[in-house]
């Protein structure tokens, strides 16, 4: 692996944020907005406690991480197109799969930090009053979570490589792959079809072990220990960041070969 790449993808990733004002929507303004919703819609106007107010704040997080990880992923792509930098970086030597690499690293850190401040608002602002189990072990599953997110993210950008609407396929992605990973409604209650597809998605297992960490008392929506959760989150991640890499291999033999990108 090229560290200078990852470190270059890294840091044109943070530029692009902080210069571009329409991430704070993403990032900040809608999973504040759905976290609020959440808790109104749990508490029904009473106070609220345990695994539902969990539910209603672990919803909101999960929706900042992933809205980062889903929207850098196809916007990197299409920036690169439209600045015309793809091309010159297919042929400069460097697999591409390291520059997405270390922008997917930024999406994590971003995300990781929503995440907390969603957190912190729905403590401060309407008094949530979730209380943690095990604080060290909840942060690293939260990490663990984010880091899952941030590898389907980075197959699903070797993808966008492929195609011009990218754009349109991460608004099409964002909420189902967010619903079916258990972090808005336990996956208990989504169709029988559905559950068998949220048991292939790392970030499923993810959401499983944060509730473990968080809650004293926890019997897993997945029938599973919180061992197993942990085993098959970072299984399934390692899995995804494999396919990506063989992907983007496939991709840049493909435009190397037609000596274009720019008809896809």
């Known amino acids: 692996m090229s560290a200078r ?65 889903l929207f ?32 997917s690293l930024w999406s994590t850190l971003i995300g990781l930090l929503n995440a907390f401040a969603v957190f912190a608002i729905a403590e401060v602002m309407f008094g949530a009053g979730m209380s943690i189990h095990d604080p060290i072990l909840f942060f690293l599953t939260l990490l663990m979570t984010m880091l899952s997110l941030s590898s389907v993210g980075l197959l699903i950008s070797t993808l966008f490589v492929l195609t011009r609407k990218g754009g349109t396929i991460s608004s099409v992605l964002e909420y189902p792959i967010y619903v079916m990973s258990g972090a808005l409604v336990p996956i208990s209650m989504l169709p029988g079809w559905m559950q068998s597809v949220s048991r292939i998605l790392a970030p499923t297992w993810g959401v499983d072990a944060i509730k473990y960490s968080a809650l004293p008392v926890y019997e897993g929506m997945l029938g599973t220990s919180f061992f197993t959760d942990t085993v098959m989150c970072l299984a399934l991640s390692v899995l995804f960041i494999i396919v990506a890499y063989f992907v983007m291999l496939y991709v840049e033999r493909k435009v190397l070969r037609d000596g274009t990108a720019t008809r896809y």
Request: proline share 5%; glycine share 12%.
């Open 5 to 69: 790449a990852v470190y270059a993808g890294f840091k044109q990733q943070a530029v692009q944020f902080f210069a571009d004002p329409q991430w704070i929507i993403p990032s900040l303004v809608s999973p504040f907005l759905l976290t609020m919703v959440m808790i109104f819609l749990s508490s029904g106007g009473t106070s609220i406690e345990g695994p539902v107010v969990l539910q209603a704040v672990l919803g909101g997080g999960v929706l900042g991480m992933w809205a980062n990880s």
């Open 72 to 103: 850098s992923s196809s916007s990197s792509v299409s920036f690169d197109r439209i600045n015309g930098t793809f091309e010159p970086m297919l042929g400069s030597g460097t697999r591409i799969i390291y520059v997405l690499a270390g922008r």
